[in-house]
């Protein structure tokens, strides 16, 4: 069955993701808009999934949990996994990688811990949009090890890309899906780069406002609704 | 050097003007990875980079630089725009690269 799909939005708890994106609103107005399938990613944190799982069970929308994870090169990379245990021990195995930096609010912006009923209960100190100590050769492994799927986003992107940071696919890669903010380029950039070929590719909003938070236009084929089919369906690159 | 007296050198396109012409430039700084620029970059500073997202803007802040310039052509996008127009940042832009540029900053400053 088709699905459509936003996997790439960011909460109150990215210190760029505006204080209105709380869960609530954002599975609200995917609810809205009629989206199947949504995944909250933060910037290098799962800590506002376990809310997000509980709103998409009440509002009947499937979601995917896990967060857009900042290698050691700055590359960022959507690790998304089908049940929310696994998001939150990737997350917790993340947090040990953190460089040691805290979040400046005033320059960054807050970093919003809530809860389902828009609670705040906690704030993250560490900058978010930091670098972690991981590399971008350990991802497909770890994500691999706690049951997710990696995504190199917005690829085509000039700042904080696989293809901006590193200049090329690295010959070890064994990544099978990735994300474009613009589809457009899709011919151009898997010209220079023939690996993205054998890839499955994703469209996603990475809204940090709930307004931009996409419409159902882009769609997956899955065997059912259910986060497990999406994430399949992510992995298989012949659909 | 100030901010105004590189401004109107002109050696570099002004991209925004953060209204800081007094600012004393200390010396040229270069870097891409936003991780060491933050820890690194010290007050004063010109930072010469091809990173130009929002994040880039916030890190000059933190780090208080003096201005940021843009070299290899690279832009600033929309939302790094009205970061550096909300927080008063001067950024400048050019088609140089980032040694050649701080290069030329360098030998003026002397």
């Known amino acids: ?239 | 050097m100030k901010i105004s007296e590189l401004t109107a050198k002109n050696l570099f396109a002004t991209v925004n003007d953060g209204g800081n012409g007094d600012t004393e430039i200390t010396k040229p700084f270069a870097c891409d990875l936003l991780s060491f620029a933050m820890s690194k970059a010290s007050s004063g500073c010109a930072w010469f980079t091809v990173m130009g997202n929002v994040n880039t803007i916030a890190v000059s802040v933190l780090a208080d630089c003096a201005c940021i310039v843009l070299c290899e052509g690279a832009e600033l996008d929309e939302v790094a725009t009205q970061k550096a127009q909300q927080q008063n940042v001067t950024v400048y832009r050019t088609d140089m690269p980032v040694f050649d540029a701080a290069l030329m900053l360098y030998k003026e400053m002397q």
Do not use: W
């Open chain 1, 1 to 239: 069955m088709k699905l459509s799909y936003d996997l790439h939005i960011h909460s109150c708890l990215s210190p760029c993701g505006d204080n209105d994106m709380l869960p609530s609103n954002i599975v609200g107005m995917a609810a809205l808009k009629g989206l199947d399938v949504i995944a909250v990613t933060d910037h290098c944190s799962c800590l506002n999934c376990p809310a997000v799982a509980k709103l998409a069970e009440a509002y009947g929308i499937t979601a995917l949990f896990g967060m857009e994870l900042t290698t050691e090169e700055e590359v960022h990379i959507l690790c998304l996994f089908d049940r929310l245990e696994k998001a939150m021990d990737f997350g917790s195995y993340v947090r040990t990688q953190y460089l040691d930096i805290q979040n400046v609010p005033e320059i960054f912006g807050e970093q919003l811990i809530v809860d389902e009923d828009d609670n705040i209960i906690g704030k993250e100190d560490t900058l978010l949009i930091n670098a972690t100590q991981i590399g971008f050769e350990f991802v497909h492994g770890l994500t691999e090890e706690y049951g997710g799927i990696m995504i190199p986003a917005h690829v085509e992107k000039k700042a904080n890309s696989l293809l901006a940071n590193l200049g090329a696919v690295p010959e070890e890669s064994r990544f099978t899906c990735f994300e474009m903010k613009h589809i457009g380029y899709r011919d151009e950039i898997c010209e220079k780069h023939p690996y993205f070929r054998n890839c499955k590719m994703i469209t996603n909003s990475d809204s940090h406002y709930l307004e931009y938070i996409n419409e159902p236009v882009n769609f997956i084929e899955a065997d059912e609704k259910s986060a497990q089919a999406v994430l399949k369906a992510l992995k298989n690159i012949n659909n």
